[in-house]
């Protein structure tokens, strides 16, 4: 395979596991402190929506980027008040706040641009190259030619593990998804620490909308994420909860889009439609073969009601 194709193929991985990163890294919080990340797509449709208008409406980036991670908190934040407060069950409210963000984002897109529906367009994020290491043959311009939210994606994935794995928070926050009532015994607050991990969650989801709005897209469509929400899931599954690891999930994941989009250009005798499902394809086979010994949180959607 020619050298330039191979480049451009993993390039391609990396943009598109960029929003599955984000969405998995918050996915980990929620579950680790107890609470199903099911809702992961509306949070990322809805920071996707605000990332849009609000770039739109002030005419900066970093203020959609912020905005996104709004969007994905408030809508995270209906998950926590839902689970946390009124212990309802973790995965049908998850998917009711998916179903929700479809429906809100779709209402505000037409309120936001009137009755034609015209597309809100905004200027993609540029490409801000590393001075000197993307200079490097191969690496610099694979690794070190990127937008500025990738950039952030996979430096996020080194304090997020130190958190979890060597902070006093993090191992709090991982007891209470092991066993809340110990968590409470010992001096935590396992409803506190959840809500917070939760929103905490949905505001990196967010800025998984973000990437697609912003620095892939350029405009905001109805059900733009498309199921990365899912995929970010079962890369959590499969990275066994473990920042490092479901990176790695979400860069094989991206390789499978990547791959799927290039085979449709072959004019193979094969629906598009089943190509397209490839990734999805991946992802239930991983599943399948490593998911089925993974350890997920002890009390993972288990609600906690004190003692």
């Known amino acids: 395979m020619d050298a330039n194709v191979v480049l451009d193929l993993l390039a391609a991985s990396l943009r598109i ?77 998850g998917i009711a706040s998916n179903i929700l963000a479809l429906g809100l984002t779709s209402f505000l897109l037409r309120v936001a641009t009137g009755t034609g529906g015209t597309a809100i367009r905004v200027p993609l994020l540029e490409v801000q190259a590393i001075p000197v290491l993307s200079s490097l043959p191969w690496v610099g311009t694979l690794l070190f030619r990127q937008p500025p939210l990738t950039y952030l994606a996979f430096v996020l994935t080194v304090p997020m593990a130190v958190f979890l794995l060597r902070t006093r928070a993090g191992l709090a926050l991982r007891a209470v998804g092991e066993n809340p009532l110990a968590a409470f015994a010992a001096g935590a607050q396992p409803m506190r620490i959840r809500m917070l991990s939760i929103l905490a969650g949905g505001a990196l989801a967010g800025l998984g909308g973000a990437v697609l709005s912003l620095q892939q897209v350029g405009t905001f469509t109805d059900g733009m994420t498309g199921g990365r929400g899912y995929l970010a899931l079962a890369a959590i599954i499969v990275g066994r909860w473990m920042p490092l690891s479901c990176v790695a999930a979400c860069l094989f994941f991206g390789a499978a889009e990547a791959m799927s989009l290039r085979v449709q250009a072959f004019s193979l005798p094969v629906s598009s439609y089943v190509v397209q499902m490839l990734p999805y394809l991946a992802a239930l086979a991983i599943l399948a073969g490593l998911g089925r010994g993974a350890r997920m949180p002890a009390a993972l959607g288990q609600p906690f009601r004190g003692p």
Request: aromatic content about 6%; overall charge negative.
């Open 17 to 93: 596991a960029t929003p599955l990163i984000f969405a998995a890294l918050g996915g980990i919080l929620s579950e680790r402190s107890g609470t199903f990340a099911v809702g992961l797509e509306g949070q990322m449709l809805t920071g996707a929506l605000l990332a849009v208008l609000a770039t739109h409406a002030t005419g900066h980036a970093a203020v959609g980027v912020a905005a996104s991670m709004l969007g994905g908190l408030l809508m995270a934040l209906f998950v926590a008040i839902a689970t946390t407060r009124f212990h309802t069950e973790h995965m049908v409210t």
